[in-house]
């Protein structure tokens, strides 16, 4: 190993790795894996090498370091990283030589105090800190990634992005920049992150380290593949995973789903999925069926089995103190809990906690009740709701984790949450595929389909979703849905929720996973404060609940579903292979077209076939953009497009636009 100081530069070098110190900082800068550069920092002056997260180990690489008078130099496949002797970190494509990022200081005056460092540090308490990165703006840059957020948002810059898990908002802090970078910030901390037009600034409320990684590559899908090296890719997506699901809150009895998924078959419609919504259970953190509403699990499942339907089971990961579980998982740490008062972070039919996800013992226990009650009846899908955890109200450092205080951990948790299911399933020899409502970086190694929480059903919300579908596909997850129709005041009766469910159906059949589901009028009494209270059901939810023009369209696009299957697994084999996401905005696949930097209505699903779905109400017709370097096909009238040109389609309601490329011949409306 080699080791040497370089005093003219404050730093030394000791294998891989560039150590540079001064008074009260102490930077790492290493590689990890191909084309890729790690930092660390502290004032601590301990670098924690251990604390990785949920980062797999990287490939071994050599980089080339060279030591010039007060700077320092790494070298690793595309990306180089300098460090001056003062300190001042920056990173450039190594082949073109363009620079990716440069550290933003202001005002560094030796006679008086600075107006801002790029990096910040507050002591909370210990060795922690509040703490603060910043990097100089580039007017011309465009930022996407980073979770799902429905802040109606493409394009991220100019934004701001609060780095927390809540229902309907999911962190995965990963941003591609179309400078030609990916940068992971390493750090389940709750914070910010800041793409404003004065700086790039990323914030952490409670860290020990800044920590994070700068990935170069000359085209996002280069990025892309080092990404999900480093964070992991996707299982194989099961082949029955791919077709419809049928979803609803909720069905209350054995009986009422199982007729359900009966019509549908007599119907002659393809069902893939079927799914039981919560308070299925006796008691939040008891796991388990309430046998008065199921008394035969296994004899449902099994005649679902023989109808060629799997059946999907709602998870809350609640804990009611009155629950038969409570007790030991109290005594034995499996809980979170509260730093001052009363350990209770969620009120929802009687005060709840949650199992402790980040805590290895909690996992296994949870799943020895889930092994209990419901895969040793054939149950092998499970939905994971409350990933977050939600809690009533965000207060973070009032929440013990057993990862640490929820301000520097709780992002974590919904990757925990997966590991159990997964952990457990894997154990069974059983293949994964899970729903959670929650990720963050790594989600997707654990099988699991996100989706975009509890959303309203309007157009101003389907609009948003289309958004984050293409953020999303930035960060690693190929398993990807929605509620289609949104969750929330949807009425079958309403011929503008039927429009919108219709126009919200199409895109689902052109989305990762394809799934129904809704909290429909007429809409029960409910007292969620009630602890003895009942949790009734919404309306109707399936595909003939919302008239007859609705339901002949819809069954067509159930099997226009059926026909893509083929090309959808081959993207998913893909997306298992390389990381290559299944939905991606144009950028994605068009990164030197400036002109679809801000097209955010469109995409293509895989190669070949470019989707723009219809997200206007009563709209007749809508715009589509044709990148240029492709010759494009209308996939229903045949019709050869030139490429690199905005055209007006016609969009009656039974239609959605579809544009193949590649010679790729799509039989969809055939």
């Known amino acids: 190993m080699k080791h040497y100081i370089v005093p003219d530069f404050n730093g030394e070098i000791i294998g891989n790795r560039i150590?540079?110190?001064?008074?009260?900082?102490?930077?790492?800068?290493?590689?990890?894996?191909?084309?890729?550069?790690?930092?660390?920092?502290?004032?601590?002056?301990?670098?924690?090498?251990?604390?990785?997260?949920?980062?797999?180990?990287?490939?071994?690489?050599?980089?080339?370091?060279?030591?010039?008078?007060?700077?320092?130099?790494?070298?690793?496949?595309?990306?180089?990283?300098?460090?001056t002797g003062d300190g001042t970190v920056s990173y450039y494509n190594q082949e073109t030589g363009k620079q990716l990022l440069e550290e933003y200081w202001i005002d560094i005056r030796t006679s008086t105090a600075p107006l801002r460092r790029a990096r910040e540090y507050r002591v909370t308490s210990g060795n922690q800190f509040k703490m603060s990165l910043y990097f100089k703006p580039d007017k011309k840059e465009h930022f996407y990634g980073m979770g799902q957020d429905a802040n109606d948002c493409f394009d991220l810059k100019g934004s701001t992005v609060e780095l927390c898990q809540k229902n309907g908002k999911c962190t995965i802090p990963f941003a591609y920049s179309t400078k030609g970078y990916?940068?992971?910030?390493?750090?389940?901390?709750?914070?910010?992150?800041?793409?404003?037009?004065?700086?790039?600034?990323?914030?952490?409320?409670?860290?020990?380290?800044?920590?994070?990684?700068?990935?170069?590559?000359?085209?996002?899908?280069?990025?892309?593949?080092r990404y999900t090296e480093i964070t992991g890719q996707a299982p194989m997506l099961p082949e029955w995973a791919a077709g419809f699901w049928q979803c609803k809150l909720r069905y209350e009895t054995q009986e009422e789903l199982l007729g359900v998924a009966r019509e549908y078959k007599r119907r002659g419609l393809p069902i893939s999925v079927i799914i039981i919504d919560y308070f299925h259970w006796t008691?939040?953190?008891?796991?388990?069926?309430?046998?008065?509403k199921w008394p035969?699990?296994?004899?449902?499942?099994?005649?679902?089995?023989?109808?060629?339907?799997?059946?999907m089971v709602s998870i809350w990961p609640t804990v009611d103190p009155r629950s038969e579980n409570y007790s030991l998982m109290k005594e034995k740490n499996y809980i979170i809990r509260n730093e001052m008062g009363v350990d209770v972070v969620f009120m929802f039919y009687g005060p709840q906690t949650y199992y402790d996800a980040t805590y290895d013992k909690a996992q296994q226990f949870v799943w020895s009740r889930a092994n209990e009650n419901y895969y040793r009846y054939g149950i092998?899908?499970?939905?994971?709701?409350?990933?977050?955890?939600?809690?009533?109200?965000?207060?973070?450092?009032?929440?013990?984790?057993?990862a640490g205080n929820a301000e520097e951990v709780s992002n974590l948790y919904c990757v925990?949450?997966?590991?159990?299911?997964?952990?457990?399933?894997?154990?069974?020899?059983?293949?994964?595929?899970?729903?959670?409502?929650?990720?963050?970086?790594?989600?997707?190694?654990?099988?699991?389909?996100?989706?975009?929480?509890?959303i309203a059903s309007n157009f101003e919300s389907f609009r948003k979703q289309v958004k984050v579908g293409l953020n999303v596909a930035f960060c690693g997850i190929p398993w990807w849905t929605t509620d289609i129709g949104g969750f929330a005041n949807g009425d079958p009766e309403s011929e503008e929720f039927r429009e919108l469910l219709v126009r919200w159906f199409q895109f689902g059949v052109f989305c990762p996973i394809f799934r129904l589901h809704g909290f429909r009028a007429p809409y029960p009494k409910r007292d969620y404060l009630d602890p003895a209270g009942y949790c009734p059901s919404g309306g109707p939810n399936e595909v003939w609940s919302f008239g007859?023009?609705?339901?002949?369209?819809?069954?067509?696009?159930?099997?226009?579903?059926e026909k893509i299957k083929p090309y959808l697994m081959e993207q998913m084999e893909r997306a298992s292979e390389m990381g290559t996401p299944v939905m991606r905005p144009l950028v994605y696949d068009f990164p030197?077209?400036?002109?679809?930097?801000?097209?955010?209505?469109?995409?293509?699903?895989?190669?070949?076939?470019?989707?723009?779905?219809?997200?206007?109400?009563?709209?007749?017709?809508?715009?589509?953009?044709?990148?240029?370097?492709?010759n494009w096909t209308d996939v229903k009238t045949k019709k050869k497009l030139q490429g690199g040109r905005w055209i007006q389609v016609e969009t009656p309601l039974d239609y959605i636009p579809l544009f193949s490329c590649n010679d790729h011949d799509f039989m969809i409306y055939d």
């Open 19 to 83: 150590e540079w110190e001064t008074a009260g900082e102490l930077v790492y800068l290493e590689p990890y894996g191909e084309d890729a550069i790690r930092f660390r920092s502290s004032k601590s002056l301990h670098i924690d090498t251990d604390l990785n997260w949920t980062l797999l180990e990287p490939k071994e690489v050599t980089p080339r370091i060279i030591v010039e008078e007060k700077k320092a130099v790494m070298i690793n496949g595309k990306i180089r990283a300098e460090i």
């Open 182 to 225: 990916g940068f992971i910030w390493n750090n389940p901390a709750i914070g910010q992150a800041e793409f404003v037009t004065n700086h790039t600034r990323w914030h952490a409320q409670c860290a020990k380290q800044i920590d994070y990684i700068v990935i170069a590559g000359n085209t996002p899908e280069e990025i892309n593949f």
């Open 283 to 292: 008691m939040q953190g008891e796991w388990k069926f309430d046998p008065e």
């Open 296 to 311: 035969d699990p296994k004899a449902m499942v099994e005649e679902l089995n023989e109808m060629g339907i799997k059946l």
């Open 380 to 402: 092998k899908n499970f939905w994971l709701d409350e990933a977050e955890p939600e809690m009533r109200p965000y207060d973070y450092p009032n929440v013990r984790m057993y």
């Open 416 to 454: 925990g949450y997966a590991k159990t299911f997964y952990d457990g399933l894997k154990a069974q020899g059983e293949e994964v595929c899970n729903l959670i409502r929650c990720a963050w970086l790594g989600s997707q190694r654990y099988g699991v389909v996100l989706w975009s929480g509890d």
């Open 548 to 561: 007859e023009e609705a339901y002949e369209i819809l069954t067509k696009f159930m099997f226009i579903r």
């Open 592 to 630: 030197e077209e400036e002109q679809v930097y801000e097209v955010a209505d469109e995409y293509m699903f895989g190669p070949d076939l470019l989707v723009a779905p219809v997200i206007e109400k009563g709209a007749k017709t809508r715009e589509v953009y044709l990148p240029a370097g492709k």
